[in-house]
């Protein structure tokens, strides 16, 4: 009887133990999950955290916001939007963008990004050519750069500088640009870039051109409102032509917006060429870049790719293979320019006076920046 007793006493014994067990464990895991909240706050707090230290030290970020430079015997460019007198003519311009970083302040071009500008500038001398800095710019008045002077022959093109924050305000893309996506994209130069060459037809109307094309032909040949098939599939952004009234603005309206929606900075050609191409397809003209005409785009021009891309980004190759020169001059005789690829030939070298496609059409085009390069183009 008294084991028995005992036993009872043991068993309870035990499911108090096993209680307190239970209890303790239920507590112990509240107090995990509890802690597990606040970590994921935490955690949430200090990614925050690391990408505003990624924005306020991302290089092009800090460069487009740098007020003072150790330099002297400069002349700052001026201010695209200091005064009436500087902004572009309403459909009369062509523009370029340089989004690079300039980190001496100083301006620089490449021979082959002057070559653009210099062939724009000379067969087209009844549009103004502005190639706008996002970067704070000045030119060194006592030794300037040899081919910074070579545009600057001529009377139509205009270096200015605009800082990118003033030309977003009162736009569309002003409460988007003022976040800072742009510059957490590995992408930033190109998506910076893609913005503000729609911004600039929308604001002003004219044409924009990407610094690696050759122009052969004049714009005055050609309407005003155009777009570029790149591909079967794809609509150029590397050059594109709005009104700055009427259809032209709409669709530069329309592309803005879809920038600013849909944006994604972790694909290359999502607000780009495919944002143009989205706007397009889906709005304007609702059928494939194949089937685009002006009669199914509502009067839009849509260029066949050989007016602009008559050798396509695979054959790069060939504009550095003086076997080719003579069939590609055949191939080009009738664009109105000649798209280079620069992501895919910068590495190519061409010495000047070879019998290269790329040098012969430089040397023809753009003369004076060709001549005063040195031995490399």
């Known amino acids: 009887m008294v084991s028995i007793k005992r036993q009872i006493k043991y068993n309870k014994l035990q499911c108090v133990v096993a209680v307190l067990f239970l209890l303790t464990v239920l507590n112990t895991f509240t107090i995990f999950r509890r802690g597990s909240i606040k970590s994921e706050i935490l955690k949430k707090k200090i990614q925050e955290d690391y990408e505003d230290l990624i924005l306020e030290s991302t290089v092009l970020y800090k460069c487009y916001n740098k007020k003072h430079f150790n330099l002297t015997n400069v002349k700052r460019i001026p201010d695209l939007l200091g005064d009436i007198e500087s902004e572009p003519r309403p459909d009369e311009t062509i523009f370029f963008h340089v989004t690079n970083c300039l980190p001496r302040g100083l301006v620089t071009l490449t021979p082959r990004q002057a070559c653009a500008i210099e062939s724009a500038a000379a067969i087209n001398p009844e549009l103004d050519v502005f ?218 070298e061409v010495e000047v006076g070879s019998n290269v496609l790329y040098g012969v059409l430089a040397e023809q085009y753009c003369p004076i920046v060709y001549s005063s390069c040195g031995d490399l183009f």
Not at 182 to 188: H, M, T, V
Not at 241 to 254: R, T
Not at 310 to 331: K, Q, T, W
Request: overall charge negative; some cysteine; charged content about 20%.
């Open 131 to 348: 190639v706008i800095f996002s970067s704070p710019a000045y030119i060194q008045e006592d030794d300037p750069d040899s081919v910074v002077q070579s545009i600057l022959e001529y009377e139509n093109v205009h270096l200015r500088y605009s800082d990118p924050w003033v030309f977003t305000k009162f736009t569309p893309a002003e409460e988007f640009f003022n976040k800072g996506d742009i510059f957490k994209s590995p992408f930033y130069l190109a998506h910076m870039s893609d913005l503000l060459r729609i911004l600039s037809l929308w604001k002003w109307g004219g044409i924009y051109i990407d610094l690696d094309f050759i122009l052969t032909k004049t714009f005055s040949n050609i309407v005003s409102n155009f777009v570029v098939q790149e591909s079967d599939d794809l609509l150029a952004n590397s050059i594109l032509s709005f009104k700055s009234e009427g259809l032209g603005h709409e669709i530069a309206d329309a592309i803005l917006k879809d920038f600013v929606i849909n944006y994604r900075g972790d694909i290359w050609a999502h607000n780009g060429p495919s944002c143009v191409t989205r706007v397009f397809e889906n709005g304007l003209c609702q059928v494939p870049v194949s089937q685009m005409t002006p009669e199914n785009c509502l009067g839009f021009q849509v260029l066949p790719s050989e007016d602009f891309f008559p050798i396509g980004y695979h054959n790069v190759d060939l504009f550095f293979d003086e076997n080719f020169l003579e069939s590609g001059e055949e191939i080009i005789e009738n664009s109105i320019g000649v798209h280079v690829w620069n992501k895919l030939s910068s590495g190519f």
